[in-house]
């Protein structure tokens, strides 16, 4: 008797909790599902903590300056001066303090090691030639005139020093770093501090996730509140001013900013998916800009009639061209073999005998490689 009593006590007890359970579905003031928060893109790349910021990519500004300082030096030679292999070459490593002001960061390190020796015999011979007089001509190294009355130094393939050794690095540097290193998982992964401050009290207030990220940034030269049709009062350098180039026909200073800002925020709410999605969106829009470029001085180069000016626009077209070969392997579109064959075969070795022709093939394969048939003649 005792057992049924109880186990008629049980059935009217799960029968009430069944219904209560029921009923508080209904209810009008039942607790809703958590729902995950829309983080929206800030509306510049500007990020603080207890009213301290978190944005750090002093290392980068330095580099940015350095290759700014070398530029410099080796336009001394486009103006018929001699300069120094041995300066050029303590720019490229900051040694034997080469630069107006101190840093503890060099160019060197951080360029594409297979690369380097590429570079450093462009410095050399750029200041072996300097000084010279004579006018270039196909098999003979000299001084070609532009347009403006402005000259510059070229080898015997009529191939200017200075667009070689400056854009070349922003690419097989500050963009390989960009790809390679600073939007990787080595750096940005899940498994990176991202909780703890590096060391605040030496004003460091950002996680390692975060300074690493900002990295990635700082090698873009963007004010921090660049955006398309910029008017703001930030310095644009480097890759931002070739974005900015671009601009106008496709959008690429938000394209590049949004992501980059979101990106960022992401880190700070530790959305990780949001993260994913945004740097997967950065590789892409990376070589939009690149192959936008590239197809720019293709244009250049076949409507330009001045040859110092022409020569001058197929050595940025094929600096620009040969930064596609440090995009990351496992997120690139272009392959690494097709780059080759557009340096190697299609521009060639000879900037005197590169046919347009040719420089059409680059420009329709990047175009319908990047989504950029429809503005390839604009850019």
Not at 65 to 82: C, V
Not at 243 to 249: P, Q, V
Request: aromatic share 10%; proline share 2%.
């Amino acid at each position: 008797m005792k057992k049924e009593i109880a186990k008629s006590f049980a059935l009217i007890s799960l029968g009430l909790s069944i219904g209560l359970t029921s009923c508080s579905d209904d209810d009008e003031g039942s607790t809703p599902n958590p729902v995950t928060p829309v983080i929206t893109t800030p509306a510049a790349y500007e990020f603080t903590r207890d009213g301290n910021s978190t944005v750090n990519y002093e290392g980068q500004t330095s580099r940015l300056n350095q290759l700014e300082e070398l530029t410099i030096e080796l336009k001394k030679a486009d103006a018929g001066n001699q300069i120094s292999s041995s300066t050029l070459l303590d720019m490229f490593a900051n040694q034997n303090n080469p630069f107006s002001q101190s840093y503890n960061k060099d160019l060197k390190s951080k360029t594409f090691p297979l690369d380097v020796d590429y570079f450093e015999t462009l410095m050399k011979d750029a200041a072996n030639l300097s000084g010279i007089s004579t006018a270039a001509s196909n098999g003979n190294a000299g001084l070609m005139t532009r347009e403006s009355g402005a000259t510059i130094l070229v080898d015997s393939n009529g191939r200017e020093f200075t667009q070689l050794i400056e854009k070349g690095l922003m690419g097989a540097t500050f963009y390989y770093q960009i790809t390679n290193t600073y939007l990787t998982d080595d750096k940005i992964g899940k498994q990176v501090e991202n909780s703890s401050m590096v060391d605040s009290a030496n004003g460091k207030y950002y996680t390692t996730m975060e300074h690493h990220f900002d990295e990635a940034f700082g090698y873009m030269g963007f004010p921090t509140d660049f955006t398309s049709n910029y008017s703001g009062s930030g310095t644009v350098r480097f890759w931002g001013k070739y974005s900015n180039t671009a601009d106008d026909d496709i959008q690429m200073n938000d394209r590049l900013m949004n992501p980059f800002k979101l990106g960022r925020k992401a880190i700070v709410e530790k959305n990780y998916t949001l993260l994913d999605e945004q740097v997967a969106k950065l590789y892409t829009e990376l070589e939009v800009m690149i192959a936008a470029t590239a197809i720019h001085y293709v244009n250049q180069t076949l409507t330009l009639s001045n040859e110092g000016n022409r020569h001058h626009a197929l050595s940025e077209c094929y600096a620009f061209v040969r930064a596609l070969r440090y995009s990351n392997a496992s997120n690139r579109t272009i392959s690494q073999q097709e780059v080759d064959n557009m340096l190697e075969n299609k521009i060639g070795a000879n900037f005197y005998i590169t046919k347009g022709d040719d420089l059409k093939y680059i420009k329709n394969e990047l175009a319908k490689g990047f989504g950029l048939e429809t503005v390839a003649d604009q850019l």
